[in-house]
C-alpha cells in the first residue's frame, strides 16, 4: 500500500509553533522535545490515516470528515483529501473546543 503524503493546512503550522513557544516560556528543553514528538505522532497518518477518531464536538453537529489523533496533551485534527492527510489543527486537549475553534476564527 503507498503512503499518504502529509500537508499542514493553514494555521496547522502555526499551532505547533505557538505550542513550542508558550513551552518555552518555563523550559527550552522541554520545548525543543515537543515538536519531534508531534511531528513523528503526525507522521504515523502516512500509513493509517482512518485509525483516528471522528471528531466528537464536530460530528454533533453532522461534520464528520475531520478526524483525530492525539499526542497527549495535544489533539491533532486532520482531514484526508485524495491520498493526502491534511493536518488542521494541533492543539491542547485541555481547553475548551469552542474556545479553540473561536480563537482560530479571529487570528
Do not use: C
Not at 496547522?12 to 514528538?37: C, E, F, Q, W
Amino acid at each position: 500500500m503507498k503512503p499518504w503524503s502529509l500537508v499542514y493546512g493553514d494555521g496547522a503550522m502555526d499551532d505547533i509553533l505557538g505550542i513550542t513557544t508558550y513551552i518555552a516560556h518555563d523550559s527550552t528543553i522541554n520545548a525543543d522535545k515537543v515538536m519531534p514528538r508531534l511531528e513523528h505522532r503526525i507522521a504515523t497518518l502516512t500509513t493509517m490515516p482512518e485509525r483516528g477518531r471522528v471528531v466528537p464536538e464536530l460530528q454533533w453537529h453532522g461534520i464528520t470528515t475531520v478526524r483525530e489523533i492525539f499526542e497527549k496533551p495535544w489533539r491533532i485534527l486532520y482531514q484526508l483529501r485524495a491520498k493526502q492527510v491534511v493536518i488542521v489543527a494541533v492543539y491542547d486537549g485541555r481547553r475548551q473546543f469552542n474556545d479553540v475553534l473561536l480563537e482560530r476564527f479571529l487570528r
